[in-house]
């Protein structure tokens, strides 16, 4: 059974960068139809997609938030990640990563199963 | 972008009481893919629908899913202790723009 887990840096002063990263163990990143996908929840609040890469490397991010945030995939570390930019306390929040079924054909990409696989999250604070 | 409205925001039931739990979306869900997720504080979602009506793998039969278009619907026909949670649900038709709803907490009366 896939398991996902996050790994982040706790604690941010703002305008500093965001780094998380999404291990992923027993089973391939690169293997089956999947994408690799990003989540948050601010304290109190409720669930708010970042954006998603599949394992060919295209991404589809969240355009309310900007495109401030990066997502990249590392197959050799069977691992993906998440980096965002110059963070403010509104960034304060876990971020979980998640894996759900799609798959890219023809230069386009299909999602066609939701997020079954979540990590237990990461929680970054900002705060000066 | 598709947004999804929860009703009612907190609904207050006994263990055992059936649970009826609203999802609108301001425009049709393509495919009808719409999930179902439960979050228990401090732990990630779960997934317990897709595709709207689908139960997900290893999900009690006590939670189903029904709907189509704009208008879903989540029941827990008896309210078991371990479902007193918050529920979301999520939309994956547009696949360039996730969205979630606000969330449903189901908590005890």
């Known amino acids: 059974q896939v398991q996902l887990q996050e790994s982040g840096p706790g604690l941010l002063k703002p305008s500093q960068t965001l780094s998380v990263t999404c291990t992923v163990s027993d089973d391939s990143i690169s293997s089956g139809s999947y994408y690799w996908t990003w989540i948050r929840q601010q304290p109190g609040k409720g669930l708010e997609w970042i954006g998603y890469i599949f394992n060919s490397g295209s991404t589809y991010y969240n355009l309310s938030l900007k495109s401030l945030f990066t997502i990249s995939i590392d197959t050799s570390m069977n691992q993906f990640s998440l980096k965002l930019s110059s963070v403010t306390a509104a960034d304060t929040a876990v971020y979980y990563c998640?894996?759900?079924?799609?798959?890219?054909?023809?230069?386009?990409?299909?999602?066609?199963?939701?997020?079954?696989?979540w990590g237990q999250g990461t929680t970054v604070t900002v705060s000066s | 972008e598709i947004v999804l409205t929860q009703s009612p925001g907190t609904l207050s039931l006994s263990p055992g009481e059936r649970a009826t739990l609203s999802c609108r979306a301001s425009q049709s869900v393509s495919r009808n893919y719409l999930a179902w997720y439960q979050q228990i504080p401090g732990q990630a979602p779960r997934l317990l629908i897709y595709g709207a009506s689908s139960r997900a793998t290893g999900i009690p039969d006590r939670f189903s899913g029904s709907g189509s278009g704009t208008d879903f619907t989540l029941t827990i026909s008896r309210l078991e202790p371990e479902d007193f949670a918050v529920y979301y649900c999520q939309q994956y038709g547009d696949s360039r723009r996730f969205t979630f709803g606000p969330g449903t907490k189901v908590d005890i009366k």
């Open positions: 998640a894996r759900g079924g799609g798959y890219c054909s023809g230069g386009s990409c299909y999602v066609y199963y939701p997020m079954d696989v």
